[in-house]
């Protein structure tokens, strides 16, 4: 159960509108997060990363970057790209932001700068459904033309991948979200339940296990 709830909160639904001024130490246990009123930016798909800091997407698609205080530090967008529709912020460094509709991702650093482009047209993955960040500067992405997970290194080289997974749950799903997890990964099939992997991308076990 620790595993379903970090996944939602790293990944919450993009239907949640929140207001920053609304924010306070009751909503997330942090004794020096105050009530704020200096923010007036409402939006939707908040996250907090393990440093505290707030994450929140406008219906702009404008992501904005607080401090554990709430006030505004760093804003990020492009819409050039249509919706955005994943973030991770497991690393704080190295956040990924996804667009599904170009299959297009960046890696954005602490001040929301992008510095890593990941084409995944261009590397031959198709559909790619979710992705996550992975160690040593990697990312793990799952596609669900290929139905395998895919670790890639900040130059796109596909370093590894997973056995199809048709031959683990009968079918190539396409409503997934990946997560690292104490050197576990998780794919969250919504029609299975979680299935785990190691490092290496070898299939383990489920949640149920």
């Known amino acids: ?44 798909l908040i996250a907090v990363d393990r440093l505290n800091q707030l994450y929140l997407l406008t219906e702009e698609d404008q992501l904005w970057k607080t401090d554990p205080g709430g006030e ?10 249509g919706p955005l529709t994943e973030i991770d912020v ?18 954005l650093d602490r001040t929301l700068n992008p ?15 979710s992705l996550t960040n992975g160690i040593d500067n ?16 900040a130059n796109g080289n596909i370093l590894n991948q997973s056995q199809d997974l048709v031959f683990i749950t009968g079918s190539r799903p396409d409503s997934c979200r990946l997560f690292f997890h104490k050197n576990d990964l998780w794919l969250q099939v919504n029609e299975v339940g ?7 991308l070898l299939y383990t076990s489920d949640a149920a296990d």
């Open 1 to 44: 159960m620790g595993i379903r709830r970090k996944l939602e909160k790293l990944h919450l639904n993009r239907s949640l509108t929140v207001f920053l001024i609304l924010l306070s130490s009751s909503l997330y246990g942090q004794p020096g997060l105050n009530l704020v009123d200096s923010i007036s930016v409402s939006g939707e």
């Open 72 to 81: 505004p530090q760093f804003q990020f967008s492009d819409n050039t790209l």
């Open 90 to 107: 497991s690393n704080p460094f190295n956040i990924l932001v996804f667009y599904r509709a170009y299959q297009l991702a960046k890696v």
């Open 115 to 129: 510095n890593i482009e990941f084409d995944f047209a261009g590397l031959n993955l198709f559909n790619v459904q």
């Open 138 to 153: 990697t990312v793990w992405v799952y596609d669900q033309q290929e139905g395998k997970i895919f670790q890639l290194d």
């Open 194 to 200: 979680l299935l785990k992997f190691n490092a290496c």
